[in-house]
């Protein structure tokens, strides 16, 4: 955070990333940080000070209720963050400062009343987070550990199922559904120290919907994507895994589906290294699924083929820089994390995503994702 501007976050650290980031501590409500001249400051409610003072490492904790109580002398009658704000600014002396794109509207129209410029940030307000320390790869392997652990469950759970005449599938003498397995998944991922959201578990058509959660029963012999993105209640930092398997016997059809988008994912790790556009990694797992017959497009008004990015950086945030798509911008850097994620997507058919996650250093990328590939279970 070496920067000769004034940085200002009012922000929880339970959601914002850019605020869990500057201080190290997980806080439900909104506080104030500052970044001043090289010296970064917190002001902290009483509830929450004596746990920032052993927390918040490198920073000064200054007191939310002395600042209330000077302003409740000055005539303020009910004065919370929004009116503490301004009067922490002028004690020390600072007349502009640096704020994210999304700071809140209504505090910077405050700001400015008290005649404070605010300059608004676009793009990633600590850069340095788009490159990992060797403490954030460790907390982002335990997070993928997480992930892999919920991915262990969802496998288990499916070799033991079995089937009816209607190729439902059954576990424990009930049916299998969607529903189901997501519960067996993200009580896995709690138990790992996890927190689970929205894990998506898309059986046959349901799964040409990349973002489709998945409902009612899962079946033989059809494709099941279960995409895993936990968040480690330790550290903030998110895990993130995909898998495609099928219960039974798979098509030939999907059987080479699913070798053309291993072999995409193969491709994109080749061509990921320091210096290489983000959009031509991407460009290159297009060109080999457009070489082995499968189109993208709108077909009955609904698009099939490959119409997601191949990747995404991961951190505090589930999406972060950089973006590997068709419309991403600028070149890898060494110090990323990024997932690759190529998918095809047919209705009829079903569809495949396989993903996992890459550290690039200056010699390549370095996969982290233990857990195996395997189609058929």
Do not use: W
Not at 86 to 105: Q, S, W, Y
């Amino acid at each position: 955070m070496n920067t000769s501007e004034t940085l200002l976050l009012v922000a929880d650290s339970d959601h914002n990333a850019n605020m869990l980031y500057a201080v190290g501590m997980f806080v439900p409500d909104p506080f104030i940080f500052l970044c001043h001249r090289g010296r970064k400051y917190v002001v902290m409610s009483d509830l929450e000070i004596d746990r920032a003072r052993k927390q918040a490492a490198g920073c000064t904790i200054l007191a939310l209720g002395s600042y209330q109580k000077k302003l409740r002398r000055a005539g303020v009658k009910n004065p919370g963050v929004a009116e503490v704000l301004p009067f922490v600014l002028r004690e020390k002396r600072i007349r502009r400062v640096t704020v994210p794109f999304d700071f809140p509207h209504g505090l910077a129209v405050l700001l400015a009343k008290n005649r404070i410029t605010v300059k608004s940030r676009p793009g990633n307000f600590f850069p340095e987070r788009e490159f990992k320390t060797t403490a954030e790869l460790r907390d982002l392997r335990a997070a993928l550990a997480i992930a892999e652990s919920g991915m262990a469950a969802a496998m288990k759970a499916l070799r033991a199922s079995k089937t009816d005449r209607a190729r439902k599938l059954f576990y424990h003498n009930a049916p299998l559904t969607s529903e189901v397995l997501r519960a067996i998944i993200d009580t896995e991922i709690v138990r790992a120290g996890g927190l689970a959201s929205h894990t998506i578990v898309a059986g046959g058509n349901q799964a040409c919907d990349p973002h489709e959660k998945g409902f009612g029963p899962l079946r033989a012999n059809e494709p099941i994507i279960i995409d895993i993105f936990p968040r480690s209640q330790n550290t903030g930092y998110f895990g993130d895994i995909t898998r495609t398997v099928v219960r039974g016997q798979a098509s030939d059809a999907i059987k080479q589906m699913y070798a053309t988008v291993l072999r995409g994912q193969e491709i994109a790790f080749k061509q990921m290294r320091v210096g290489v556009p983000t959009a031509e990694v991407h460009k290159s797992v297009e060109e080999l699924f457009a070489r082995e017959g499968y189109k993208t497009g709108k077909f009955k008004g609904r698009m099939q083929g490959f119409f997601h990015g191949t990747g995404h950086g991961l951190g505090l945030e589930i999406h972060e820089s950089p973006r590997m798509g068709s419309n991403s911008a600028g070149m890898l850097k060494a110090g990323q994390v990024i997932t690759v994620e190529p998918g095809l997507y047919y209705p009829g058919l079903g569809g495949v995503r396989l993903e996992d996650v890459a550290f690039l250093s200056e010699r390549g990328p370095r996969n982290m994702t233990r857990f195996e590939k395997v189609l058929e279970i």
